[in-house]
């Protein structure tokens, strides 16, 4: 695959991208209970069981089919209570097909976000006791925070604190947290793009967000297939629009004008100008010919992170 090089335009001004931004957008699922990490582990795509306490995990909740219903960052604030936030338009719905497998589990599944504020920090806001490896997770007091992964050079964090509390510094402007979080080509699964995507369409296998050592969990067989028998042939790429374009929205390569090749995952506007996104898409289509969603011109950039080899 090739890719073209960032666009030369003015970036902002590297203060523009420092600070706190309330999110939200997210919400919080609470598992608590002796068997919180076992019922956990037997849903999601990822290994609870080997999940710490400085820890945190990027996962995903799949149908049978291997489609994903939601992603999450999920962290302990204890053996027996585990937090996950995810985007709060997929939580009641997310929430209600979880507790169906409770059964008799000594669980208990809710919906925590009046419980919690939920912050992106950027730039000179991560703290430096934050170890530096995406995924880390430290204990500040009541807050939690957990490193992820940066966006065009600038570190980021989640904190997750009490509800009515906030972290220190400076504000800033979620749109320009929305910004960092396309560019970071991490993605949040919306409402939008409920069930399009099997987790390597979004490279989740490549961002820890699937562990094919652990048990069986809903969609494992098809997540699973998906890895081990042949090349993939569906990625996330971040690329730069020359308008807006939306979560949902069709991407087109001028092979085929007729059928899409991919779909916009999630988007923001950059403050350099147009648009930041992630889109999944044909792997075949990233070969540096003219993409299109709807008026908008996309110019795949590079992926800010490896991705793993094909198994």
């Known amino acids: 695959m090739t890719t073209l090089p960032a666009p030369d335009t003015a970036r902002p001004a590297p203060t523009a991208l420092h600070g706190a931004a309330a999110l939200p957008s997210l919400g919080v699922i609470a598992a608590e209970g002796e068997e919180a990490t076992r019922f956990l582990q037997g849903q999601l795509t990822q290994d609870f069981a080997l999940l710490g306490l400085s820890e945190a995990r990027l996962a995903a909740f799949c149908t049978a089919k291997g489609r994903m219903l939601a992603s999450f960052v999920a962290f302990k604030r204890a ?75 600038t570190p980021r964090a989640l904190w997750v604190g009490p509800a009515g509390s906030a972290p220190a510094g400076q504000a800033l402007d979620p749109a320009r947290w929305a910004y960092l979080d396309a560019a970071s080509g991490v993605a949040t699964l919306t409402q939008p ?67 899409p090749t991919g779909t916009v995952v999630q988007a923001a506007p950059d403050p350099a100008g147009g648009w930041r996104a992630i889109v999944s898409m ?30």
């Open 193 to 259: 793009v409920v069930e399009a995507f099997v987790p390597q369409m979004l490279n989740y296998e490549s961002l820890g967000g699937v562990n094919f050592k652990k048990g069986c969990y809903p969609g494992q067989e098809v997540v699973a297939r998906s890895q081990f028998r042949g090349t993939l042939k569906r990625r996330a790429y971040v690329v730069q629009a020359s308008a807006a374009v939306q979560a949902g929205q069709e991407v087109f390569h001028p092979s085929d004008a007729e059928q």
């Open 282 to 311: 044909q792997t075949s289509s990233g070969d540096g010919q003219p993409l299109r969603a709807g008026e908008a011109r996309l110019t795949v950039l590079p992926l800010p992170y490896p991705l793993a080899d094909d198994i």
């Open 79 to 153: 053996h027996d209570r585990v937090l996950l936030v995810c985007s709060r338009d997929l939580l009641a719905a997310t929430l209600k097909r979880l507790q169906m497998f409770v059964l008799r589990a000594k669980v208990k599944l809710s919906d925590a976000s009046e419980a919690h504020a939920v912050y992106g920090l950027a730039g000179d806001a991560v703290p430096a006791a934050l170890p530096a490896s995406p995924w880390s997770q430290w204990a500040d007091g009541e807050a939690n925070l957990v490193r992820l992964y940066p966006a065009d050079g």
